[in-house]
């Protein structure tokens, strides 16, 4: 049995299982083709607002919704290699849920460093919020 390890010590061990995208990679990458999957909770997405074009799937149903065999797969998970961008609101779990996602053989999945706040800041498109 190994030995247990600490959040940080966790998100550094995913983080270098894959490159994570900047906003302007994955901007490009959303307009290269890649999903925008933003799993933020209700209440952040109304305070904050969305990205236009992005997938709204909460984390909470993200594995069944990507899953491009899965029964519950959303019309966008079209195989394993999709290119997908996860967006959580400041880019902690948005890299477990990219992790969760290369453990269901998605190997093309990242996140979104800095989260959706990130994506603001870098002054690329939003709608809504309060």
Partial sequence: MSAPV???????????????????????????GALLVDIRYQALRERDGLIPGALVIER????????P???????????HDLRIVVI??????????????HALGL??????????????SAGFPTTGGT
């Fill in 107 to 120: 190997r093309g999945a990242t996140d979104l460093v800095g989260g959706f706040q990130a994506w603001k």
């Fill in 69 to 79: 065999v899965g029964s519950h797969r959303v019309p966008e998970a079209t195989g």
């Fill in 6 to 32: 600490g959040i940080d010590e966790l998100l550094e061990r995913v983080r270098a299982g894959y490159t994570r995208a900047d906003p302007e990679e994955a901007e490009a990458a959303f307009r290269a």
């Fill in 60 to 67: 909470n149903e993200l594995e069944w919704r990507l899953d």
């Fill in 88 to 101: 959580c609101n400041e880019g902690y779990a948005s890299s477990l849920a990219a992790a969760s996602l």
